[in-house]
C-alpha cells in the first residue's frame, strides 16, 4: 500500500522532470504536480497513505526541485503552504473517497435486499398453505443472515411426527413467551436470555401467530432494544 504510493509519487517527479527538460520549464513552477500522487493515495489508500504521499513528495521537491538540487532545505513559508495544501487535499479526499465508498455499500446492501425480496416473491406465488408461505421465507431469510432460521407457525406440533420436537422442545419457554406476549425473547433479549436461539414474533391484528426462529446467533448480533 505505502510502496505503492511512493511508487506514484516517484513517478510524478519523474514526469516532472522530463516535462521541465522538454518544456523548458523551471522544475520549482511544476511542485502542484505533486498533488496527484497524495490524491491517489487518500482516494484509493486512506488518510494515512494520503499524508504519506504528502510528505514523501515534499520532500522529493525540497531535494530534486529546489535550488541548490541534491540538499534537503528547512521548508520556507512558500513550501510550508504547499505542504499543507498537500495535507488539507490528502484529509478531504479521503473524507469524500470514505463517504463515496459508504454510500456505494449502501446501494448494494439496498440491491440484495431487494433482490432477496423479489425471489421471495416469486416463491411465495407457488405456495398453496401458509406453511409453504413460511418455508420460502425461512429458506430466502436463510441465505440473508449469518445463522439458521427457522418459521413456527404455533407453540404446539400437530404431529407425532413434527420434526421441530428435538431442538424445539428445550426452548419451549422462550418460544411461548414470544407467542403470549408477542415480543422478543430468547438469546439477546430480557426474556429468557440464557435460551440458544432467538424468537422473533411474526404478528397479524396486535396477535402472534407464530414466530421467526434465528438458530444460535452471534453474540449481540440480534439484540433487542
Not at 53 to 80: C, K, Q, R, T
Not at 106 to 134: C, F, T, W
Not at 183 to 189: L, N, V
Request: overall charge neutral.
Amino acid at each position: 500500500m505505502y510502496g505503492r504510493c511512493l511508487l506514484a509519487v516517484a513517478g510524478t517527479a519523474l514526469a516532472m522532470a522530463l516535462f521541465s527538460r522538454l518544456a523548458d520549464t523551471p522544475p520549482e513552477n511544476l511542485g502542484l504536480l505533486l498533488i496527484l500522487p497524495v490524491l491517489y493515495a487518500s482516494i484509493h489508500h486512506g488518510l494515512l497513505p494520503g499524508l504519506a504521499a504528502a510528505l514523501a513528495g515534499m520532500g522529493v521537491y525540497n531535494i530534486f526541485f529546489l535550488y541548490p538540487l541534491w540538499h534537503f532545505s528547512a521548508l520556507d513559508w512558500e513550501n510550508g503552504v504547499k505542504l499543507g495544501v498537500f495535507a488539507i487535499t490528502a484529509i478531504t479526499a479521503d473524507a469524500i473517497a470514505a463517504r463515496s465508498r459508504a454510500q456505494k455499500r449502501a446501494v448494494q446492501e439496498r440491491e440484495q435486499i431487494l433482490a432477496g425480496v423479489y425471489a421471495l416473491s416469486q416463491q411465495m406465488l407457488g405456495a398453496s398453505s401458509m406453511a409453504d408461505v413460511a418455508a420460502a421465507a425461512a429458506s430466502k431469510l436463510q441465505e440473508m443472515l449469518p445463522c439458521d432460521v427457522r418459521v413456527v407457525l404455533d407453540s404446539k406440533p400437530d404431529s407425532k411426527s413434527d420434526s421441530r420436537r428435538d431442538w424445539l422442545e428445550p426452548q419451549r419457554p422462550a418460544l411461548d413467551y414470544c407467542l403470549r406476549h408477542g415480543q422478543p425473547a430468547g438469546r439477546g433479549t430480557e426474556a429468557f436470555p440464557a435460551a440458544s436461539h432467538l424468537f422473533l414474533p411474526l404478528t397479524e391484528e396486535g396477535r402472534a401467530f407464530g414466530a421467526l426462529v434465528l438458530m444460535n446467533p452471534a453474540e449481540g448480533l440480534f439484540q433487542h432494544g
